[in-house]
C-alpha cells in the first residue's frame, strides 16, 4: 500500500483547504484511513479517521465541526476537508492507513501501518 498526499499551502486564518491523499495497493474493506498533523517540535497528533467500508468516522476534540474526512472508494481517494483554519493548525499533515490487524489504538500513530509522505500546511494570521 502506498499513499500519496497532496493539497497543502498557505492559507489566511478563516480559510480553507481540501487535502487529498491517493491510495495505491490493495486496500481491504476492514482498513481505517487517517489523517494526522506534526507541527515543528511536537509530536504527532491526530487528526481523524474514516472506515474505508461504511465511512464511519472519528474526530480530534479540537477538529470537530471544522474538519471533514471522506474517501471516494472508486478513485481510492481520501480527503480532508479543512475550514475556519486557524494559525494553531499549521503543521504537516499525513495520511495513513490502519489495516485489520493492527490492534493498536485509531488514535495514536502507532495503530497505522502505512504513512504518506506529508504535505506542508500553513495558516498565516
Known amino acids: 500500500v502506498q499513499l500519496q498526499a497532496s493539497g497543502g499551502g498557505l492559507v489566511q486564518a478563516g480559510g480553507s483547504l481540501r487535502l487529498s491523499c491517493a491510495v495505491s495497493g490493495w486496500i481491504f474493506s476492514g482498513y481505517f484511513m487517517g489523517w494526522f498533523r506534526q507541527a515543528p517540535g511536537k509530536e504527532r497528533e491526530f487528526v481523524t479517521t474514516t472506515s474505508w467500508r461504511d465511512g464511519r468516522a472519528y474526530y480530534a476534540d479540537s477538529m470537530r465541526g471544522r474538519f471533514t474526512i471522506s474517501r471516494d472508494n472508486a478513485k481510492n481517494t481520501v480527503y480532508l476537508q479543512m475550514d475556519s483554519l486557524k494559525p494553531e493548525d499549521t503543521a504537516v499533515y499525513y495520511c495513513?492507513?490502519?489495516?485489520?490487524?493492527?490492534?493498536?489504538?485509531?488514535?495514536?500513530?502507532?495503530?497505522?501501518?502505512?504513512w504518506g509522505q506529508g504535505t506542508q500546511v500553513t495558516v498565516s494570521s
Open positions: 495513513a492507513a490502519k489495516s485489520a490487524y493492527n490492534s493498536g489504538s485509531y488514535y495514536g500513530p502507532s495503530g497505522y501501518d502505512y
